[in-house]
């Protein structure tokens, strides 16, 4: 496996590992970004056994000792897994995350204590800014969020969108129905009451870049790509 990188927005750099194992014959890719400012923040870990890879991803854009802040969305090994070897390697790093996830789990798993974010604050990193954002069980976790940089548009959706191959870097293509069919074989989004509504509340963000954890990040009209993901869920599960 290899880690390629990325620029799909101004300052935000996407790390991709395409896994071919995983649902063959297409493969999955892990994606991470690295959102580059005064205080760089990445959101997303990789796993433990990928840390050695992303990291060296990573010190492409800039020193390893130069991260400020670790996140990701929810508590899953490949959003979290490595997030100690991320603390030991960037001495002046924090985790930052939800008020909850640091209260359930992160409080006690973390080698350092985490900034507890509250729903709405913003971290300035100098150059960006990154709203934090609470979507308990979208897509799943009680302790889910994303992350939506302001001055680009770009929204971190964390599971949201995800998809199946190793598709390009940036795509203006339909996502929802990719979205759809992973969904189909994988099975992993919560379908709570609320579950399209918080999804129509992101696409009110109107972002310009979605960036996907797992499949190609999007640019064109966001709103339109939440809504009609937010429709396929109501129209196919009944919520």
């Known amino acids: 496996m290899s880690t390629t990188v990325d620029e799909i927005a101004d300052g935000i750099f996407r790390l991709s590992t395409w896994v071919p194992d995983i649902a ?5 890719t892990f994606n991470q970004f690295l959102v580059v400012g005064d205080e760089p923040l990445l959101f997303h870990t990789g796993p ?6 992303v990291s060296e991803a990573v010190a492409r854009v800039l020193p390893v000792e ?29 985790i930052a995350h939800g008020g909850l996830g640091c209260m359930v789990s992160l409080n006690d798993m973390a080698d350092r204590p985490p900034r ?20 308990p069980h979208v897509p799943h976790a009680w302790e889910a969020r994303v992350l939506y940089e302001e001055t680009t548009g770009t ?18 293509d339909d996502i929802v129905q990719p979205a759809m069919e992973a969904e189909a074989i994988f099975r992993a989004t919560c379908l709570a009451p609320d579950t399209a509504a ?3 509340r992101l696409g009110d963000l109107a972002p310009n870049v979605l960036a996907l954890m797992h499949g190609s990040s999007f640019n064109g009209d966001g709103a339109k790509a ?3 993901l937010a429709a396929e869920y109501e129209s196919q599960y009944s919520i």
């Open 24 to 28: 063959p014959p297409a493969g999955f």
């Open 116 to 135: 507890p974010l509250a729903d709405g604050e913003v971290l300035d990193l100098g150059g960006k800014r990154v709203r934090h954002i609470d979507t």
């Open 226 to 228: 939440l809504y009609d």
């Open 198 to 200: 918080v999804m129509r």
């Open 155 to 172: 929204l971190l959706c964390g599971d949201l969108f995800t998809s199946l191959g190793n598709g390009p870097v940036l795509t203006a």
């Open 48 to 53: 433990r056994a990928m840390f050695p890879l």
């Open 66 to 94: 130069r991260l400020r802040w670790i996140t990701f969305g929810h508590v899953e090994a490949d959003e979290c897994g490595s997030m100690n070897e991320w603390l030991a390697a960037a001495p002046r790093s924090e």
